[in-house]
Structures are given as structure tokens and as C-alpha cells.
């Protein structure tokens, strides 16, 4: 009963009604570019518990809807195009929840403004504007501004817990999953347009990659297999499910499958499968001649938001060997769970309540940045355009065209 009670206060608190902070003087203001239905769980939630963040101004395609928006959310402004909030002085931020093909061009936009940018994944459309961006001379300039992708699951303590309990260079496979029933997305989402950067890899099959990135610690070499199942009607572009498969640097292998269109029985939460090769374990008071070794296998349920419920699996299958001969003397199985809703039940350094949502971790490291100081975790650069380079393979294994670049048309 107490593990429910404690569920339920985590995420009321955390996504339906987080305290809302006293706003420090020297606060960050932030404008939205977009009036997307990701934002009040992704940004304005969060920011609401934040002392440093204000949000200060939106703007939409629609005013009418911004303003809408703007009521709904407390939200104090609201400007008459997206270029508005980038020469607005006050604004100090800009958070981008577009669609996936415009991120690129506001991102450029915002940078030249000299505004800070979280922008949610994928940062950009392919690889080639992930080097544009990320390698562009706005960001090597003195006191240059922060960019920042949000793959907002690397920042909670679960995930960092889940890492310090691999062995990186021994991983030899590693799988993500994640499946989005077919009744969540119509069929003309905008997920589903290829003009606008859309397919299942690009949006919740990003995070499976990303996570098999972070798994390894180390890049693929190539894709190897890939598999797409496609939207009718989109001449054969874009896909509602995948399955893909790369070798790693290390000689791992890394799957990911998961569909946007999935049944329901398919329905789970997004998890992360790691097998470890068989290495031998230095340890005294051995009996004489003998050695030990053992296989960690490790699964992570719901990576992504692990505030609602989550669990780490650790498994190790030991044996004991005569040294000479190689013959198995003994044999045995240790099965452990982890759980970590804080840094400190992860045994790690860190900030953060109990109810802190995967966004909140990452909005209080965004600030920290731009305000100068120490970040516990980060999304850099080169990460941002090797996790394009890694979907790009994938699309070109598979046949699929890579997502197109868009021309820079106005400033709505």
C-alpha cells in the first residue's frame, strides 16, 4: 500500500500540480515557439517549480491560439510570430517544440539572436544539419550561447544508476523497445509527414536509439539490418514501425524495434536489454586452482519516465572453473532489483525531489549551464550529430530516403 500511496503523491506532484517556486530576480525568461501539445508536460510544468525559469511569451502559427495558449498556461505574452520572441531583448531562452523539419532553421535563428535553445529531439532533420548546427561559429564564440537537445530520460537518477551497473567495453548486445498503440497518432499526424521530418524512428524511435548509444558508450560502425513498415499513403517514405539492427565499436550488437501504430497487446513500457560477455571476476580466497567467472544480463523497465514506475534487473550467472582444465566445478545465479527516484537512493551526486519528472532534471541542468555552472549530465554537440549520423544509417539501410532539409522561409 505504501509503494501505491508513494506512486501516486510522486506523480501528482510531479505532472498534475508541482509547487510552484518564488521567482528569483535573475530569473531566465524563456519564449515558446509553437503551441505544441508537448509543452505543458515537457517545459511549463517543470518550469512552474523552477525558481530561475519565467516564461515569458509564445507565438504560433495561429494567434488565436497562442492566445489561447497563453491563457490556459499563465503565459504573459503573446508575440505575432515566432521572430518576435527572437528579438524581443527580454527574452533571454527559447524552447522549440516544432515539428521535427523546422527545429534546424529556428534553432540557426535563435542562435544568431544570441538566445539560449532547448529543443526537443531530434535536434534537427539528418545528419548533415546536425554538423551545420552544432559546428556552427555561433557556438565557438566567447560567452556563445547554449544549445541543448532534449533527450530529457538522460537526466533522471534511474538512468545513471542503470549505467554505472555496466560494463561497457564487455557489453555484447543490447536491445530497446518501445511500442505506441495505433489509436494515440491519427493517420495524418504530423509524424507522419515526410516534409516535416516525420517517421516512427524520428520520433519515439529516437529515444531507443539514443538509449543504445548510451548504453555502449561508444558509436556504430554500420547498420546491418533494418526493416520498415510503412505509412499508406506516404509513396513509400515514411514508416509507422522498424526494426533495426548496427554493430558497435566494441563488437556489440545493438537492436532497436518499435512501432507508432502498434496493437495493443504490444503496449509496454519502453525498456532496455543488455547482455554482457562472460568475463572473469578477480577475486581472493579462490580455492586453489580454481577461477571464477560470470554473465551480467541487465533490463531496465520504462527508461524513459521513470517518475510513474520503474525497475533495473540485474542478473549474474557465476561459475567456478578448474584453471587448468577449464572444467565447471559450480554454477549459480544472483538476481538483484534497483530502483532510484532520487540521486541519492542511485548512490550518485545530484539535485532533485522524489517527484522530480525526467523534464524538471533536465530543465534544472539547462539553467545551470547557461548560468555558468556545473552540469551533472549533458547532451553535447558531437553526441546530438552521432545520434543523426546513427538514424541516417538506419533510413539508408532500410531503403528509406534520409529526412530532407527544408528551405529558411519566414519568420512565423
Not at 118 to 147: D, G, H, M, Y
Not at 221 to 232: R, W
Request: proline share 6%.
Amino acid at each position: 500500500m505504501s509503494q501505491i500511496v508513494g506512486l501516486l503523491r510522486r506523480n501528482y506532484r510531479g505532472t498534475v500540480s508541482p509547487p510552484v517556486a518564488t521567482k528569483s530576480d535573475q530569473a531566465l525568461r524563456f519564449g515558446i515557439l509553437g503551441a505544441a501539445n508537448v509543452a505543458p508536460y515537457a517545459f511549463i510544468s517543470p518550469a512552474k517549480s523552477h525558481p530561475e525559469v519565467v516564461i515569458q511569451a509564445v507565438a504560433a502559427r495561429d494567434r488565436a491560439k497562442a492566445t489561447a495558449y497563453a491563457a490556459k498556461h499563465g503565459i504573459h505574452e503573446v508575440k505575432d510570430s515566432y521572430q518576435a520572441i527572437l528579438d524581443d531583448p527580454k527574452i533571454d531562452c527559447v524552447y522549440i517544440p516544432l515539428p521535427n523539419g523546422l527545429h534546424y532553421e529556428w534553432a540557426i535563428k535563435a542562435l544568431q539572436a544570441g538566445k539560449h535553445v532547448l529543443v526537443e529531439k531530434p535536434s534537427v532533420s539528418n545528419a548533415k544539419e546536425a554538423e551545420l548546427l552544432f559546428n556552427s561559429p555561433l557556438l565557438k564564440e566567447p560567452n556563445s550561447p547554449v544549445i541543448l537537445e532534449a533527450f530529457h530520460y538522460r537526466f533522471q537518477p534511474h538512468w545513471q544508476l542503470f549505467l554505472t551497473l555496466l560494463d561497457q567495453p564487455n557489453i555484447e548486445s543490447a536491445y530497446t523497445c518501445g511500442f505506441v498503440p495505433s489509436i494515440i497518432f491519427a493517420k495524418d499526424d504530423i509524424r507522419f509527414q515526410f516534409d516535416l521530418a516525420g517517421g516512427a524512428v524520428m520520433d519515439f524511435g529516437a529515444y531507443g536509439i539514443s538509449a543504445l548509444r548510451q548504453t555502449f558508450g561508444v558509436e556504430p560502425e554500420e547498420c546491418i539490418e533494418a526493416d520498415f513498415k510503412l505509412m499508406p499513403g506516404t509513396e513509400g517514405k515514411i514508416e509507422h514501425s522498424w526494426t533495426a539492427k548496427w554493430r558497435m565499436a566494441n563488437g556489440g550488437t545493438a537492436i532497436s524495434e518499435g512501432s507508432l501504430q502498434a496493437k495493443l497487446t504490444q503496449f509496454g513500457a519502453p525498456r532496455v536489454d543488455v547482455t554482457h560477455r562472460q568475463t572473469k571476476v578477480e577475486e581472493e580466497g579462490l580455492p586453489p586452482g580454481q577461477e571464477k567467472w560470470v554473465t551480467r544480463k541487465v533490463v531496465l523497465f520504462n527508461f524513459m519516465v521513470g517518475i510513474i514506475w520503474h525497475r533495473i534487473d540485474i542478473e549474474d550467472s557465476f561459475e567456478l572453473r578448474e584453471w587448468e582444465t577449464g572444467k565447471v566445478v559450480k554454477k549459480w545465479t544472483e538476481k538483484t532489483s534497483r530502483k532510484a527516484y532520487t540521486f541519492k537512493e542511485a548512490g550518485l551526486e545530484g539535485p532533485g525531489e522524489d517527484w522530480w519528472i525526467s523534464y524538471r532534471h533536465q530543465l534544472e541542468q539547462f539553467v545551470n549551464r547557461v548560468k555558468g555552472r556545473e552540469t551533472r549530465t549533458w547532451v553535447t554537440g558531437e553526441d546530438s550529430i552521432a545520434q543523426m549520423r546513427m538514424v541516417d544509417m538506419a533510413y539508408e539501410k532500410g531503403g528509406l530516403p534520409i529526412r530532407p532539409s527544408r528551405q529558411v522561409v519566414d519568420g512565423k
